[in-house]
């Protein structure tokens, strides 16, 4: 889980314009799709948390007070390790950012295909790592952090250009949370009911859970195995439309 998000993360940006053609709406709509990766983002945190030394991948705030942690001593944390995951989460993103000033005009579908495609790729190269060598080993713990954070990265940077209202971000729930307290009837009313974020609470939740149990009970490899799998699946299928 990532309870140690802070609100500190920025409001939706605004919403583009849309390119693409009918193409664009064949397969599996946005919303979904967002779901599970959300879900996926909350088990590989697990894997990255619970195996590597107390280190996010994927929750970039709750690497930032990590870090502090870290740095004034406390005992459990690595330096090194996070700052490592923090690097190549911004070389992820800014990679990310490239594609989609190139791309991104062209169809919502191929730009989220492509960087759902390479994702697969990253993860599946971090899950054979682990399977191939021991779990404490200095290289498998870089190499794994080094490729999921890079993918968590790229995955951010392209699912802010799509901009699906309410989850424009599938690593953290800080600011979903805040908007449900908010918008709800006991707050300001514009928007007492949201199941858009509502699901995307209770899909890091449930992927949390289950990355746990697998990194508990099983080993780092089978995790990263289902998350890429998973990234896979969606890349042959995801579509461009909410």
């Given at each position: 889980?990532?309870?140690?998000?802070?609100?500190?993360?920025?409001?939706?940006?605004?919403?583009?314009?849309?390119?693409?053609?009918?193409?664009?709406?064949?397969?599996?709509?946005?919303?979904?799709?967002?779901?599970?990766?959300?879900?996926?983002?909350?088990?590989?945190?697990?894997?990255?948390?619970?195996?590597?030394?107390?280190?996010?991948?994927?929750?970039?705030?709750?690497?930032?007070?990590v870090?502090?942690?870290?740095?004034?001593?406390a005992?459990?944390?690595?330096?090194?390790?996070?700052?490592?995951?923090?690097?190549?989460?911004?070389?992820?993103?800014?990679?990310?950012?490239?594609?989609?000033?190139?791309?991104?005009?062209?169809?919502?579908?191929?730009?989220?295909?492509?960087?759902?495609?390479?994702?697969?790729?990253?993860?599946?190269?971090?899950?054979?790592?682990?399977?191939?060598?021991?779990?404490?080993?200095?290289?498998?713990?870089?190499?794994?952090?080094?490729?999921?954070?890079?993918?968590?990265?790229?995955?951010?940077?392209?699912?802010?250009?799509?901009a699906?209202?309410?989850?424009?971000?599938?690593?953290?729930?800080?600011?979903?949370?805040?908007?449900?307290?908010?918008?709800?009837?006991?707050?300001?009313?514009?928007?007492?009911?949201?199941?858009?974020?509502?699901?995307?609470?209770?899909?890091?939740?449930?992927?949390?859970?289950?990355g746990?149990?697998?990194v508990?009970?099983?080993?780092?490899?089978l995790?990263?195995?289902?998350?890429?799998?998973?990234?896979?699946?969606?890349?042959?299928?995801?579509?461009?439309?909410?």
């Open positions: 889980m990532t309870g140690t998000e802070h609100p500190t993360e920025p409001t939706e940006p605004p919403r583009e314009p849309r390119a693409g053609g009918p193409h664009d709406a064949r397969g599996l709509r946005l919303v979904p799709a967002l779901l599970a990766l959300t879900a996926l983002s909350g088990l590989i945190d697990a894997v990255t948390y619970l195996g590597l030394g107390h280190v996010f991948t994927a929750n970039m705030t709750g690497n930032v007070v870090l502090g942690f870290a740095a004034a001593g005992p459990g944390f690595s330096v090194p390790h996070t700052v490592a995951s923090i690097a190549c989460f911004l070389a992820g993103a800014t990679a990310g950012g490239r594609v989609t000033r190139h791309r991104g005009a062209r169809s919502r579908r191929s730009l989220a295909r492509m960087t759902l495609g390479v994702e697969a790729l990253l993860l599946a190269g971090a899950a054979a790592m682990a399977a191939a060598t021991a779990d404490d080993a200095p290289a498998t713990v870089y190499t794994i952090i080094a490729l999921t954070a890079f993918a968590m990265g790229l995955r951010n940077a392209t699912v802010r250009k799509l699906v209202r309410g989850l424009t971000t599938t690593t953290v729930v800080t600011m979903t949370l805040t908007g449900l307290a908010a918008d709800s009837w006991a707050g300001d009313g514009t928007r007492p009911r949201s199941p858009r974020r509502t699901a995307a609470v209770t899909a890091m939740f449930a992927g949390a859970v289950l746990a149990f697998l508990l009970h099983h080993d780092l490899a995790p990263l195995l289902l998350a890429a799998a998973t990234s896979a699946v969606l890349a042959f299928t995801v579509s461009g439309r909410d």
